[in-house]
């Protein structure tokens, strides 16, 4: 008889402290992964305000590319036309200088 009140002794003292280790341990579990949600949380945002600033420096490099390559194409127009015109004269003709009226200036005038 001893026997077997002690051993329902333990039973019933591993059965209440077993019952109360996991209300607590669901308690800090159930703590942490609202810790941690929020981490998660703030983590987003920190990645969306990166994601926004790497888009404003591309913009920029964008509108600065963009501003070489024309200021490059006003170099190389530069370069490759010339500084004379054709112009059709009143006599038939077709003669270059600096303008029309200059090309055309002993061939009675531009036409």
């Keep these: ?4 009140l002690l051993t329902s002794l333990a039973l019933v003292s591993a059965l209440s ?3 109360s280790t996991p209300t607590f341990a669901q308690s800090d579990a159930e703590h942490d ?3 941690a949600a929020k981490k998660v949380k703030e983590a987003g945002k920190d990645a969306a305000e990166a994601a ?17 390559t024309k200021q ?6 530069k370069g490759v036309t010339p500084d004379t ?12 200088g ?4 200059t090309a055309c200036f002993n061939h009675g005038g531009v036409k």
């Design 1 to 4: 008889m001893g026997r077997m």
């Design 33 to 35: 992964s609202k810790k």
């Design 17 to 19: 402290f077993g019952m």
């Design 98 to 101: 600096k303008t029309k009226t």
């Design 52 to 68: 926004k600033d790497a888009g404003d420096a591309a913009k920029d490099a964008g509108k600065a590319a963009a501003k070489a």
């Design 85 to 96: 015109t054709t112009a059709y004269c009143k006599d038939g003709t077709v003669q270059t």
């Design 72 to 77: 490059a194409a006003k170099t190389v127009k």
